[in-house]
């Protein structure tokens, strides 16, 4: 683990302000620091000479003053300390979940939700402890150390030689330690990763388990991976408090030999007693934060290990991005604006899934206005050629929309609507489902949606439950199929893109939609079914039979 990662800096606006905050708070502490031992050794001097108090006025207006003031300062750090670490949390979380978004379905269906639940919740909590304990620790000793080590030269030369020769014992050990970490710190973040993708994995597919009588096999699965995770969760501890007493050591033995060296020159008349009493009250002061630094550096461990992963997601995230902007040149493309007719084009349109071809050279037209209908066999690539649409999986070829390319990764799609073989519900009501994605719900536009996709008379606050378990499959299919109608009935939208809708229906319910579907298209938007069943075929203007591996018009 680095000390600090620069990426935190340009990721998060809110560690700028933290730092800069910080290293005012630090310098305060530091001045703070000095004054607060040169009253009390002052004071004491005095007391030893046998000075009045009215003579010894300022020494004590001087520590009181600094002890008090150190108080605020320190109240104050931790408040910034706090809010640092809510705002970067915040801006992290937001930017985890953008690049998420931006990086599209295909890259997250390769990763376990789960995993990424955990860490942008619970990972970028754990930064509390990097911002709370680790950071001003840091800070203080990139500012006080350096200043007061030199407060100690100016006093008495040879404890401030001490001090430089036994100060770098502690970064020593730390970086040991770190070491030492590294390992054992990650191994506990994998497996609590891990750990929660098992546990999602078994409550998801509970029922099917149940019902073949397999609930309890996966109890020693998850026990398996429980007991793993509390094994590298012990050797953290161990480590933790290994490093801990090593540190602690170290750091006693340094100011030990400054106070020996200090007494013995106080004894043999080599040094004042004043000088001797301030350098020993800065001796531990100069050790501390630094020691302080090595003793956070566990507490801060899981929150920087998570926040690697948050930093590795963005660094993709911007790859696509640049990657996207690079391929997308408008106005270029197989044929110009000006002179293209209208409508959604293929042109040699070819997806691969790691090496294996599904579909090449497919090239198709689909005029605003009329139906097209996506035909052939179970896996012979409709879905894939809807995902060239949706940005969700690379492709060879080019697509246009009345001439102009369309760009080929994930990003926002104002002009499409569309609805998957599986209705993807969220749990709300059906008017959360079916204005999914938009601030606030058109009533209207809700009404018109729920009649075309023959849900008309439907409660719209009715409750869906998760993943729509309160509904029958047709119903849900039909609050899937509105939600694509309720985005279609927008101005902006030009082309309806529909994956098996009628699947779960009965033949009477499936005539229905099919007329309502036409009655869409002829409101001028492109429409692409994909189907196998008879009724819709009958709609189709145009038809695209794919077969498998191989397409063709
Ligand atoms: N994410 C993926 N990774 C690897 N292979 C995939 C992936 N998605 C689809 N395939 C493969 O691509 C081929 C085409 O699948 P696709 O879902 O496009 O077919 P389809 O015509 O829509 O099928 P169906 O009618 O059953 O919905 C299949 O052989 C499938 O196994």
Not at 134 to 157: G, K, R, S
Not at 243 to 269: C, I, K, N, P, Q
Request: net charge neutral; proline share 4%.
């Amino acid at each position: 683990m680095r000390p600090l990662d620069p990426r935190l800096l340009r990721y998060a606006a809110g560690a700028r302000w933290f730092f800069a905050a910080g290293a005012v708070l630090a310098a305060l502490q530091t001045v703070l620091t000095i004054a607060f031992a040169w009253s009390l050794s002052q004071a004491i001097v005095g007391v030893v000479e046998g000075r009045s108090l009215a003579e010894l006025r300022t020494e004590i207006l001087v520590f009181a003053g600094t002890t008090i003031a150190r108080l605020v300062v320190t109240w104050a750090s931790g408040s910034v300390s706090i809010r640092g670490a809510a705002r970067v949390k915040s801006e992290l979380r937001s930017r985890l979940y953008r690049a998420i978004g931006r990086l599209g379905p295909a890259w997250s269906a390769g990763r376990s939700s789960a995993g990424l639940t955990v860490l942008g919740t619970r990972g970028l909590d754990a930064l509390d402890d990097y911002f709370g304990k680790y950071l001003p620790q840091l800070i203080l000793t990139v500012i006080a150390t350096p200043v007061i080590v030199a407060v100690m030269f100016w006093q008495d030369v040879l404890s401030g030689v001490f001090v430089v020769v036994t100060l770098p014992l502690i970064p020593v050990f730390m970086v040991l330690i770190g070491w030492a970490t590294q390992s054992v710190q990650r191994q506990q973040w994998d497996t609590l990763s891990e750990l929660s993708g098992n546990y999602l994995d078994v409550l998801g597919g509970l029922s099917t388990l149940k019902s073949f009588g397999r609930a309890e096999r996966q109890l020693t699965r998850i026990r398996v991976v429980t007991e793993r995770y509390r094994v590298a969760t012990m050797k953290v501890l161990r480590t933790t408090f290994l490093s801990g007493f090593a540190l602690e050591l170290g750091a006693s033995l340094s100011v030990a030999l400054v106070a020996v060296g200090v007494g013995m020159r106080l004894v043999a008349g080599d040094i004042g007693f004043g000088p001797a009493l301030f350098v020993l009250l800065l001796a531990p002061e100069a050790f501390l934060p630094l020691r302080n630094v090595g003793t956070n550096f566990h507490a801060a461990a899981e929150g920087v290990t998570a926040s690697e992963d948050v930093f590795a997601i963005l660094d993709e995230a911007a790859d696509a991005a640049d990657a996207t902007a690079t391929a997308v040149h408008p106005g270029g493309g197989p044929s110009s604006a000006a002179t293209a007719p209208a409508g959604l084009e293929f042109h040699d349109v070819g997806v691969s899934y790691d090496g294996t071809t599904v579909l090449s050279g497919v090239s198709a037209r689909f005029a605003p206005g009329r139906v097209g209908v996506l035909t052939g066999p179970s896996g012979s690539g409709k879905s894939s050629l809807i995902s060239t649409l949706l940005g969700t999986v690379a492709h060879d070829g080019v697509l246009t929309l009345d001439g102009s390319p369309l760009p080929s990764g994930p990003g926002e799609r104002p002009w499409l609507a569309w609805s998957g073989q599986r209705p993807g519900l969220i749990s709300g009501t059906v008017a959360d489902n079916v204005s999914l994605g938009e601030a606030s719900v058109d009533p209207d536009r809700l009404t018109r949606a729920l009649a075309l996709a023959q849900l008309d008379g439907w409660d719209a606050d009715r409750e869906c439950g998760v993943a729509g378990s309160l509904l029958s499959g047709g119903q849900a299919q039909r609050v899937a199929v509105a939600r694509a109608f309720y985005r279609a009935l927008r101005p902006e939208t030009r082309v309806l893109v529909l994956d098996e809708p009628s699947s779960a229906l009965d033949h009477e319910t499936e005539r229905r939609l099919a007329a309502s579907i036409t009655e869409l298209a002829a409101g001028g938007l492109v429409v692409i079914v994909a189907s196998h069943r008879r009724r819709l075929r009958d709609i189709a203007d145009v038809e695209l039979a794919l077969t498998p591996a191989v397409a063709k018009r």
